[in-house]
Protein backbone atom coordinates (compact mmCIF):
# COMPACT_ATOMS: atom_id res chain seq x y z
CA UNK A 1 0.00 0.00 0.00
CA UNK A 2 1.43 3.71 -0.97
CA UNK A 3 0.35 6.35 1.29
CA UNK A 4 1.50 9.91 1.68
CA UNK A 5 4.91 9.44 4.15
CA UNK A 6 5.83 6.37 1.69
CA UNK A 7 9.59 5.57 2.54
CA UNK A 8 10.13 4.69 -0.73
CA UNK A 9 12.70 7.21 -2.88
CA UNK A 10 11.38 9.11 -5.90
CA UNK A 11 12.90 5.92 -8.04
CA UNK A 12 11.29 3.18 -6.41
CA UNK A 13 8.22 5.31 -6.59
CA UNK A 14 8.55 6.12 -10.47
CA UNK A 15 9.33 2.07 -11.27
CA UNK A 16 5.81 1.70 -9.27
CA UNK A 17 3.61 3.71 -11.21
CA UNK A 18 5.49 2.16 -14.48
CA UNK A 19 4.36 -0.76 -13.17
CA UNK A 20 0.73 -0.08 -12.65
CA UNK A 21 0.82 0.61 -9.08
CA UNK A 22 -1.21 4.17 -9.20
CA UNK A 23 -1.40 5.45 -5.98
CA UNK A 24 2.85 5.74 -6.23
CA UNK A 25 2.21 8.82 -8.16
CA UNK A 26 0.02 10.38 -5.75
CA UNK A 27 2.43 9.75 -2.89
CA UNK A 28 5.37 11.77 -5.78
CA UNK A 29 2.53 14.38 -6.36
CA UNK A 30 2.15 14.89 -2.43
CA UNK A 31 6.04 14.60 -1.76
CA UNK A 32 6.44 17.86 -4.75
CA UNK A 33 3.47 19.90 -4.64
CA UNK A 34 4.46 22.43 -2.23
CA UNK A 35 7.90 23.35 -3.49
CA UNK A 36 6.69 23.58 -6.98
CA UNK A 37 3.82 25.68 -6.16
CA UNK A 38 6.26 28.06 -4.65
CA UNK A 39 8.28 28.11 -7.53
CA UNK A 40 5.11 28.62 -10.59
CA UNK A 41 3.13 31.29 -7.92
CA UNK A 42 6.41 33.30 -7.42
CA UNK A 43 6.63 33.01 -11.41
CA UNK A 44 3.52 33.95 -12.30
CA UNK A 45 2.28 35.88 -9.71
CA UNK A 46 -0.63 34.58 -9.97
CA UNK A 47 -1.74 31.80 -6.72
CA UNK A 48 -4.92 30.80 -9.33
CA UNK A 49 -2.69 30.19 -12.81
CA UNK A 50 -0.07 28.53 -10.68
CA UNK A 51 -2.53 26.11 -9.58
CA UNK A 52 -3.32 25.17 -13.20
CA UNK A 53 0.03 25.18 -14.06
CA UNK A 54 1.23 22.94 -11.45
CA UNK A 55 -1.30 20.54 -11.61
CA UNK A 56 -0.37 20.56 -15.87
CA UNK A 57 3.17 19.81 -14.94
CA UNK A 58 2.10 16.78 -13.27
CA UNK A 59 0.34 15.54 -15.79
CA UNK A 60 3.19 16.44 -17.95
CA UNK A 61 5.66 14.47 -15.91
CA UNK A 62 3.02 11.68 -15.20
CA UNK A 63 2.82 11.09 -19.45
CA UNK A 64 6.91 11.71 -19.52
CA UNK A 65 7.66 9.47 -16.26
CA UNK A 66 9.46 6.71 -18.77
CA UNK A 67 12.17 9.46 -19.81
CA UNK A 68 12.51 9.82 -16.06
CA UNK A 69 15.92 9.58 -15.31
CA UNK A 70 16.06 7.98 -11.19
CA UNK A 71 20.01 8.46 -11.02
CA UNK A 72 18.66 11.69 -10.97
CA UNK A 73 16.89 14.08 -8.59
CA UNK A 74 12.78 14.09 -8.84
CA UNK A 75 12.65 17.44 -8.14
CA UNK A 76 15.02 18.99 -10.35
CA UNK A 77 13.37 16.78 -13.01
CA UNK A 78 9.93 18.09 -11.83
CA UNK A 79 11.00 21.65 -11.28
CA UNK A 80 11.98 21.73 -15.08
CA UNK A 81 8.80 20.60 -15.86
CA UNK A 82 6.85 23.07 -14.12
CA UNK A 83 9.46 26.13 -14.91
CA UNK A 84 8.93 24.82 -19.06
CA UNK A 85 4.75 25.12 -18.08
CA UNK A 86 5.27 28.30 -16.51
CA UNK A 87 7.32 29.95 -19.83
CA UNK A 88 4.37 28.65 -21.79
CA UNK A 89 1.76 30.57 -19.57
CA UNK A 90 4.46 33.79 -20.07
CA UNK A 91 4.27 33.67 -23.65
CA UNK A 92 0.10 33.55 -23.65
CA UNK A 93 -0.29 36.01 -21.24
CA UNK A 94 2.18 37.91 -23.30
CA UNK A 95 0.16 37.42 -26.43
CA UNK A 96 -3.13 37.70 -24.71
CA UNK A 97 -1.89 41.64 -23.84
CA UNK A 98 -0.43 42.07 -27.18
CA UNK A 99 -4.10 41.22 -28.68
CA UNK A 100 -6.05 42.80 -26.14
CA UNK A 101 -4.15 45.97 -27.24
CA UNK A 102 -5.96 46.05 -30.79
CA UNK A 103 -8.88 44.31 -29.96
CA UNK A 104 -10.78 46.14 -26.81
CA UNK A 105 -12.92 44.60 -24.86
CA UNK A 106 -16.26 46.23 -24.70
CA UNK A 107 -16.67 49.31 -22.34
CA UNK A 108 -18.60 47.81 -19.71
CA UNK A 109 -17.00 44.88 -18.90
CA UNK A 110 -15.19 44.87 -15.75
CA UNK A 111 -12.96 42.48 -14.75
CA UNK A 112 -12.23 42.26 -10.70
CA UNK A 113 -8.63 41.92 -9.56
CA UNK A 114 -7.28 38.51 -7.84
CA UNK A 115 -7.63 38.85 -4.44
CA UNK A 116 -4.22 37.77 -2.31
CA UNK A 117 -3.78 34.57 -1.29
CA UNK A 118 -3.80 33.86 2.32
CA UNK A 119 -0.17 33.29 2.66
CA UNK A 120 0.26 37.19 1.17
CA UNK A 121 -2.23 38.45 3.15
CA UNK A 122 -0.14 36.64 6.38
CA UNK A 123 3.48 38.61 4.79
CA UNK A 124 3.76 42.05 4.59
CA UNK A 125 1.62 42.65 1.60
CA UNK A 126 2.76 45.95 0.47
CA UNK A 127 6.47 44.46 0.41
CA UNK A 128 5.73 41.25 -0.86
CA UNK A 129 3.64 42.76 -3.80
CA UNK A 130 6.19 44.98 -4.70
CA UNK A 131 8.67 42.10 -5.08
CA UNK A 132 6.31 39.54 -6.90
CA UNK A 133 5.53 42.37 -9.32
CA UNK A 134 9.40 43.27 -9.94
CA UNK A 135 10.17 39.92 -10.28
CA UNK A 136 7.23 39.43 -13.36
CA UNK A 137 8.58 42.32 -14.61
CA UNK A 138 11.78 39.87 -15.50
CA UNK A 139 12.53 38.49 -18.64
CA UNK A 140 11.77 34.70 -17.58
CA UNK A 141 15.43 33.12 -17.78
CA UNK A 142 16.23 35.77 -14.86
CA UNK A 143 13.43 35.52 -12.78
CA UNK A 144 13.71 31.55 -13.07
CA UNK A 145 16.92 31.42 -11.94
CA UNK A 146 16.03 34.48 -9.13
CA UNK A 147 13.17 32.43 -7.93
CA UNK A 148 15.32 29.45 -7.51
CA UNK A 149 18.26 30.19 -5.80
CA UNK A 150 17.14 33.74 -3.66
CA UNK A 151 13.44 32.34 -2.39
CA UNK A 152 13.53 28.30 -3.05
CA UNK A 153 17.39 28.34 -1.59
CA UNK A 154 18.31 25.72 -4.06
CA UNK A 155 21.99 24.94 -4.36
CA UNK A 156 23.42 26.57 -7.85
CA UNK A 157 24.04 23.13 -9.11
CA UNK A 158 20.05 22.36 -8.49
CA UNK A 159 19.32 25.04 -10.53
CA UNK A 160 21.27 24.42 -12.79
CA UNK A 161 19.78 20.84 -13.04
CA UNK A 162 16.44 22.12 -12.91
CA UNK A 163 16.87 24.85 -15.76
CA UNK A 164 18.94 22.42 -18.11
CA UNK A 165 22.18 25.22 -18.28
CA UNK A 166 25.48 25.37 -16.41
CA UNK A 167 26.38 26.54 -13.06
CA UNK A 168 27.84 29.51 -14.46
CA UNK A 169 25.29 30.73 -16.34
CA UNK A 170 22.90 30.35 -12.93
CA UNK A 171 25.69 32.73 -11.75
CA UNK A 172 25.21 35.43 -14.41
CA UNK A 173 21.63 34.90 -14.45
CA UNK A 174 21.55 36.22 -10.85
CA UNK A 175 24.07 38.41 -10.78
CA UNK A 176 21.64 39.93 -13.87
CA UNK A 177 18.30 39.54 -12.46
CA UNK A 178 19.57 40.75 -9.23
CA UNK A 179 20.89 44.35 -10.82
CA UNK A 180 17.40 44.98 -12.74
CA UNK A 181 15.26 43.82 -9.60
CA UNK A 182 17.36 46.34 -8.04
CA UNK A 183 16.88 48.73 -10.74
CA UNK A 184 13.07 47.86 -11.19
CA UNK A 185 12.34 49.13 -7.35
CA UNK A 186 14.63 52.50 -7.71
Same mark, same amino acid.
Given at each position: ?? $? &??????????????? $????? &??? &?I???????????????????? $??L $?????????????L????????????????????????????????????????????????????????????????????A????????????????????????????????????????????????????
Amino acid at each position: MI $D &AVDERSDGELARLVL $DGEKR &AFD &AIVLRHKLALYRIVVRLTGDDD $DAL $DIVQEAFVAAHQALRRYDPARPMRAWLTRIAVNKARDWRRRRAVRRFVAVFLPIDEGLEVSAPQPSPEVQAADREELAKVTAAISMLPANLAEVLVLRAIEGQSQAEAADALGISEKAVETRLYRARRRLSALRG
